[in-house]
């Protein structure tokens, strides 16, 4: 979806509704879009949400675009990849403010996804901050009371495991689990797509008004998005199962056969993805590769 012609200006806190406020970082990329999005939470003592990438403009333009005599009084950050969190230390550090989050960057992984990370797995092709490791630990559930206004936090893993979204009543930061411009990159191990579609349902369940995006435009139609979402994973499930209809096939040769019009630039990508895909499959009994489940093995449909 191409709404890069309505990209806000970079540096500049700007007032979507009552209460919250954005500050686009100056990182766009094929990855983030026009950049990464810092959310500013309630006025007075304020919260901010994804303080973004290690950029000292950026930094300067948080602490320089609040209102005279506001404070942060908390930080949350929603994952531990390089765009979303390694500005939270130095902001802690110049503020006093704490830094929430669900944990470091290995917390809430599958017993699949340490397993292939016990076997040698490396990171899932984002930028991982290993460095990072909050104040406190926030749980799933959880209600931060910041006085004037509370959030509730949901545990949204899938795009990263330790992915946390926050509910500020009818009003979700979702950050890159449910984005406008795009369908969020699950990339093992530390993307999971088993989590990535519980995840999806869960938000369905709800009934939001509205979601803020780590990158792009507020979704302003969060059951359409969510539903669009998980079709979309559906449709490519049954294009790998369909394309395993047949004799065993590993990775490479299945990504070839599905995605035929992707540059081969972003093959490698791409083939990350199915791996997400058939690492669902199999734990669901509906694929059995061979000789072990890792990204060399040549996958069987069974049934």
Known sequence: MDQMNNAPPVGILQRLEPGIRRILAPNPSPMTFWGTNTYVVGEGRVAVIDPGPALPAHYDAILGGLNHGEVISHILVTHAHLDHSPLARPLSEATGAPVLAYGDATAGRSAVMRDLVARGMASGGEGVDRDFNPDSCVADGDILDFGDWRMQAIWTPGHFANH???????????????????????????????????????????????YYPGHGAPVTDPAARVNWLIQHRLGREAEILAALDGPPQDIPSLTRRIYTETPKALLPAAARNVFAHLIDLTTRDLVRPAPMLDFTAKFTRIG
């Open 164 to 210: 946390m979204s926050f509910a500020l009543e009818d009003a979700v930061f979702t950050a890159d689990h449910v984005m406008g411009w795009a369908s969020s990159l699950v990339s093992p191990p530390d993307g999971d797509l088993t989590a990535f579609m519980a995840s999806c349902r869960r938000l369905a369940a709800r009934e939001d008004r509205i």
